[in-house]
């Protein structure tokens, strides 16, 4: 297929690669240009060249696309795509009714919500696609919670089953996959609970290996988790990290536990006392994370910089040196 993708940071210039790899024609934009320069050098002299195609701006983008033009957004959440997609000389001014705008990142669902009513009244077929995986998910292949029109999310499969694919040859073999989950916001929906859910895996992860650190035994940190990782409840995506996040600093000694986060656990929270579920475990999560970037003691602790560590394993999160 042949697509437009605005947006080249660290997940979206890999699915750009991997869609090139797989024969799609893109389009690219970016408000930067050193990242399309980047990404011009990381496939040249590659098969994969004369599929690319850089644009100058949204409005060029747009025309260099063949109707039903399909439109993938890769953005930061809130201002960021709100501007590229519906501010002035944004994506909507140039999309027409059939045309295909997908937004890719991490949005509120009740963003997307909106977005999707707007696009609807106007005849464009909006979809909102949570892509997970991190930075690992180019090889191993993208997992995709898609909600929005149905009609765009079949006329676009080609492109999820490519990124879906794994490289077999260097990933898991695993694969990842898509779903279509409902109309409006329902994709980032489920992208947002299955991050409140990651908060709260990784917590425990973290808290669990600084009760090893501090054991009376002196423990391998490294030989635990590649045990753990053979076949015990513990095993998985997130300790297959832990083993990479030790293999590179065995007593994460190199790094504070000073710990980002995005928005999405907020989100589930919020969301979960409207419904008025509990979410103990994902609120004390979200609690420690917002008081690592607060209280030294808690920043200092080895369930933080663990937290901190599995962040940038899978997602290429910046962690702060010592």
Excluded at 48 to 62: R, S
Excluded at 111 to 128: A, M, S, V
Excluded at 171 to 176: A, E, F, I, K, Y
């Amino acid at each position: 297929m042949k697509l437009g993708f605005i947006g080249l940071g660290r997940m979206g210039n890999r699915m750009v690669m991997k869609l090139l790899s797989e024969g799609h024609e893109v389009v690219v934009w970016n408000r930067s240009p050193e990242k399309i320069e980047n990404l011009k050098l990381k496939v040249e002299n590659s098969p994969a060249t004369k599929n690319l195609k850089v644009a100058q701006d949204i409005k060029d983008l747009a025309g260099q696309l063949t109707k039903p033009r399909v439109v993938w957004l890769m953005l930061p959440a809130g201002e960021p795509t709100e501007e590229i997609l519906m501010g002035p000389g944004g994506v909507a001014e140039y999309v027409e009714p059939g045309d295909v705008v997908i937004d890719g990142g991490n949005a509120r669902f009740s963003d997307t919500q909106r977005r999707f009513e707007y696009f609807q009244g106007k005849g464009i077929k909006f979809l909102g696609i949570g892509v997970s995986g991190g930075i690992i998910a180019a090889t191993d292949g993208y997992p995709m919670m898609a909600g929005g029109n149905r009609e765009a999310y079949d006329h676009i499969k080609p492109i999820l089953d490519s990124l879906a694919k794994p490289a077999h040859s260097t990933g898991s073999g695993q694969g990842g996959g898509h779903e279509y989950f409902g109309e409006g916001g329902a994709g980032h929906f489920v992208k947002m609970v299955h991050n409140g859910i990651e908060y709260g895996i990784m917590q425990s992860i973290g808290e669990g290996f600084g009760v090893l650190e501090k054991s009376p035994y002196n423990l391998d940190l490294l030989k635990v988790a590649k045990l753990y990782q053979k076949g015990t409840l513990n095993s998985g995506f997130m300790m297959a990290r832990t083993i990479e996040a030790l293999e590179k600093d065995p007593k994460l000694s190199q790094i504070t536990g000073y710990i980002e986060a995005s928005g999405e656990g907020d989100w589930t929270i919020e969301q979960a006392k409207e419904e008025e579920v509990p979410v103990g475990i994902i609120e004390a999560s979200r609690d420690f994370r917002s008081r690592s970037r607060q209280d030294e003691a808690v920043s200092g602790s080895f369930a933080a910089r663990m937290v901190a560590a599995l962040r940038n394993a899978f997602g290429g999160h910046e962690v702060r040196k010592k």
